[in-house]
C-alpha cells in the first residue's frame, strides 16, 4: 500500500481527482450565492382572463368573472419575463360538476416553479343550470327630459324588433325588462337613429348575466311638435246690416290643432274664433281668422270657414200714405161696381 502511494502516477491522479472536487465544490457555492443574491419582485397582474371548461351547448353557469388578478412573487428577471410572454393560464373545470351551486378553485398553469402564485379570488361560488333561449320583444326607451318643451316622441321602433336571449333556465323565467336606450342632447327636435345596445332586466330593474343575440339594435326615434286639437268657439262681433238677420252660424272644421310648450298647450280648453257680423249679409260661407291662444306658438291653419244661414227682411221703398189711401179709395170703387152690376 505504501508502494502504492509512493508511485508519482499515483499521486498525479489523486491530485487530479481532489482538484476536479473542490472546482465542483466552488462552481456550485458561487450559483448558490449568485442566486441568493439575485433581486426579488412582486408583481400582480391584473385582468387575467378566466378560461372555464364545461358543457356549455346544455348548461349555463353564472357567477364567474371575466378576469382575475395573479400575484406573482421571485427573481425580477422570472418576474419581468412572466408579466411580458403572459404565457400561462387561469381556469376553472366544471366537467364533472354537475347541476347545482359550488365552489370552486381557480387553478393556473405554465408559471415557473420558482415562482410563489397567488390568484385573486382564489375560490368562486358557481351556480350550474339548465341552458334555455327564448325570443323576447324590445322596447326602445329614451329618457323624456330629453326632448324639447314644445316636442314629444311620437313613435320609437327597434330593428330587429325581437332578440334571442339565452341563459341559465331561473335567470331566463325572471325576466321583465327588455330595453334598448338611446341617448342625446338635452333640447332634441330632430328625428334620428341610433344603433342602442340591449339590456335585459328583471322587475327590479337589476342587469340579469345572459347572453343576447344580436347586443345591439338600430332604434328609429320620430319627434314632432307637440301639439292638441281643441273645439272652436265662435264669438260674435260688430252689428248685423239693416234688415239682415242672422239665424245660424256653422264652422268648418269643427277643431283645430295648437301647438307649442305641453304645460301651456295642456291649459287651453278652446279656441275662439272672432266673427265680425257686419261682414255677412246672406247666406253663404265666409273665411275668419283664428284667435292664437296665449303661450301658444303656431295654430294647424290660420283661417276658418263660417257658414252662415240669413234672413232679410222685405222692405218697398215706394210705400207711402198717400199711396194707401189711394189704393184703399180704388178698392172701394172696385167694390162699388160689382155691387152696381150686380144690381
Do not use: C
Not at 450565492?33 to 378560461?51: A, W
Not at 381556469?91 to 416553479?113: A, P
Not at 260661407?285 to 284667435?291: C, I, L, Q, W
Amino acid at each position: 500500500m505504501d508502494k502504492l502511494f509512493d508511485s508519482r502516477w499515483m499521486l498525479l491522479l489523486t491530485s487530479l481527482i481532489l482538484a476536479g472536487a473542490l472546482f465542483l465544490y466552488v462552481q456550485t457555492e458561487m450559483s448558490k450565492s449568485k442566486d441568493s443574491s439575485s433581486p426579488t419582485e412582486t408583481d400582480i397582474i391584473t385582468n387575467v382572463p378566466l378560461e372555464v371548461y364545461y358543457d356549455d351547448s346544455n348548461l349555463f353557469v353564472t357567477g364567474l368573472p371575466d378576469t382575475v388578478n395573479v400575484k406573482i412573487s421571485g427573481s425580477t428577471p422570472i418576474v419581468v419575463k412572466t408579466k411580458q410572454n403572459k404565457d400561462f393560464k387561469v381556469f376553472v373545470d366544471l366537467n364533472s360538476l354537475l347541476i347545482g351551486e359550488h365552489s370552486v378553485t381557480i387553478q393556473q398553469e405554465n408559471f415557473s416553479e420558482k415562482l410563489n402564485v397567488e390568484i385573486e379570488p382564489k375560490m368562486i361560488n358557481v351556480v350550474i343550470e339548465e341552458k334555455v333561449t327564448g325570443e323576447f320583444r324590445v322596447e326602445p326607451d329614451m329618457n323624456n327630459s330629453l326632448v324639447a318643451d314644445d316636442y314629444f316622441v311620437k313613435n320609437m321602433t327597434a330593428d330587429p324588433s325581437r332578440v334571442s336571449i339565452t341563459g341559465a333556465k331561473s335567470v331566463i323565467n325572471s325576466i321583465s325588462y327588455v330595453k334598448a336606450s338611446v341617448t342625446g342632447e338635452k333640447g332634441m327636435k330632430e328625428s334620428f337613429e341610433q344603433e342602442a345596445t340591449v339590456k335585459v332586466l328583471d322587475r327590479d330593474l337589476n342587469k340579469l348575466d345572459v347572453q343576447i343575440r344580436p347586443e345591439k339594435v338600430k332604434v328609429e326615434v320620430e319627434m314632432i311638435e307637440y301639439s292638441r286639437d281643441f273645439p272652436l268657439t265662435i264669438v260674435q262681433k260688430g252689428q248685423t246690416a239693416k234688415g239682415v238677420t242672422i239665424e245660424n252660424l256653422t264652422i268648418e272644421p269643427l277643431k283645430i290643432a295648437v301647438y307649442g310648450i305641453k304645460s301651456v298647450i295642456d291649459s287651453i280648453s278652446d279656441v275662439v274664433v272672432e266673427v265680425d257680423v257686419s261682414k255677412i249679409t246672406e247666406s253663404g260661407p265666409y273665411e275668419f281668422k283664428v284667435t292664437l291662444p296665449t303661450g301658444a306658438t303656431k295654430l294647424s291653419q290660420d283661417k276658418v270657414t263660417v257658414h252662415a244661414d240669413v234672413v232679410k227682411e222685405l222692405v218697398n221703398p215706394e210705400e207711402s200714405p198717400d199711396n194707401s189711401t189711394e189704393d184703399e179709395a180704388s178698392t172701394d170703387d172696385v167694390a162699388d161696381i160689382v155691387e152696381v152690376e150686380g144690381n
